[in-house]
């Protein structure tokens, strides 16, 4: 019998299990938390660890937690269904398809300027805005532009939704990451801003030049070379604006308004619905294809439901502050160099059971930064481990279900994005620890 790596599905439902019989082995145990005033986040109190009754999650619970676990998702499932529905209308137009033929041709002897544009546009929304479910309803659009150019479909989402991720580690501006853990960690954001931008860049241009060179399928045809000018119609053109323009718009609200998942899914869905008008597909034929689009994403929301099962199951359980305490323990006797390629370590896997960037800067950085007092360097080192481990862990752990939606979005199998993209991934995993340890002597 040929055995065939779990689906997705089967692999979070893995995790589910194991988070639960985890809290059989687990004592319960809890961290006291204030409310700081300056993020609007609850945080750590360091040293106020301690035991409380112990809870053990029944196979009740954890059937249970994956309805709640939708539940406790449903503004990001929302979400999902919404932009994936109004991409898959304006897809539908054939604006899409018209316009990345467009953008082949006008780089048809320079294919690997639009794939750098690609990487360093998306990796400039992960810097500033932390995107990444909103690139699930991309995926398609991924994929067509993939087959066009003849690159493996890994490439291309590896130059969007990893340029993104990459980004987002690297960034000095993250409001979700670097800047919540500076602010936590009581430092002047200007301190250590040129710092983090050198890294950010020279992390971008290695990730983006790593995919552009490998990602070329082997075996290829001269069929990508021979489009022929394409003249973009008035209706394709205005669709095109609308549709980036939204995008535009998400960037601001977020920004500027706090804008959350509710607010972007009603921006698409009126963006949606007028590209379906505009387009000529006709009110009843805008419905229809926004129907096929909830059908096309409905399995990406369920990866971001079962995702989110998973830590449920952990905080119910109350074993996530032991498992960080126990991880934390054992570097307060280290040598500073090595307490600091431990702690980098340590944030990587933590954020396997804490899938959240901003989720994980609250729970780790009130213990890390008293850490770093103690050893006597500079607090930048307890934010930098944090967010490049972090922020990095997002392109490879399976809870992590925005990831895990748009791979599946783009019919990429789990095993074989790991086996594609683990040599890049390991290489900017160097490189964030390069940047902690010339950071000991930078910042001292």
């Not at 929304?125 to 990444?132: S, W």
Request: glycine share 10%; hydrophobic share 55%; net charge negative.
């Amino acid at each position: 019998m040929k055995v065939s790596f779990p689906h997705p599905i089967i692999i979070l439902l893995g995790f589910i299990i194991l988070a639960g019989a985890s809290s059989h082995f687990i004592q319960s145990g809890s961290y006291e938390r204030f409310l700081d005033s300056e993020t609007g986040r609850e945080v750590i109190i360091p040293g106020s660890f301690h035991e409380i009754e112990d809870t053990d999650a029944s196979l009740y619970d954890i059937a249970l937690s994956i309805p709640e676990g939708f539940i406790l998702g449903a503004d990001i499932v929302a979400l999902i269904l919404l932009i994936g529905g109004a991409f898959y209308v304006i897809g539908q137009t054939g604006a899409l398809q018209e316009g990345i033929e467009a953008l082949i041709y006008r780089f048809r002897n320079k294919q690997y300027l639009l794939l750098y544009f690609i990487g360093f546009v998306f990796a400039f929304c992960g810097a500033t805005i932390a995107m990444q479910e909103e690139l699930i309803a991309m995926a398609p659009v991924f994929a067509l532009l993939a087959k066009k150019i003849e690159y493996d479909i890994r490439a291309v989402i590896a130059l969007a939704l990893g340029s993104a991720l990459v980004g987002a580690s690297f960034s000095p501006v993250n409001p979700f990451g670097s800047l919540l853990s500076q602010t936590i960690a009581q430092l002047d954001f200007e301190e250590g801003f040129a710092y983090r931008l050198i890294f950010l860049i020279a992390a971008v241009l290695i990730w983006c030049a790593y995919h552009i060179k490998f990602g070329k399928l082997k075996n290829t045809t001269s069929e990508a070379y021979q489009f022929k000018s394409v003249q973009i119609s008035i209706r394709h053109i205005i669709i095109l604006i609308l549709t980036f323009g939204g995008i535009g718009v998400m960037a601001w609200g977020i920004i500027y308004k706090d804008w959350g998942y509710n607010e972007m899914s009603a921006l698409f869905f009126v963006v949606g619905v007028s590209c379906g008008i505009i387009g000529e597909l006709g009110i009843n034929g805008t419905a229809r294809a926004y129907t096929e689009g909830f059908s096309e994403m409905i399995f990406a929301g369920i990866i971001v439901g079962l995702a989110r099962s998973v830590y449920l199951v952990l905080q119910n359980t109350a074993i996530i502050d032991p498992i960080i305490h126990a991880m934390f323990i054992p570097l307060e006797s280290l040598p500073v160099q090595f307490a600091a390629v431990g702690l980098y370590i340590t944030q990587t896997l933590i954020h396997i059971p804490v899938p959240s960037t901003s989720g994980q800067a609250v729970l780790t950085t009130p213990l890390a930064v008293p850490l770093m007092d103690l050893l006597g360097v500079s607090r930048q080192i307890a934010v930098l481990t944090y967010q490049y481990a972090a922020g990095l862990m997002d392109l490879i752990t399976p809870t992590n279900g925005g990831m895990m939606a748009v791979i599946a979005a783009a019919g990429i199998k789990f095993n074989n994005w790991i086996s594609y993209l683990w040599k890049s991934w390991l290489l900017l995993l160097g490189l964030g620890l390069i940047s902690v340890l010339i950071a000991l002597f930078w910042f001292s």
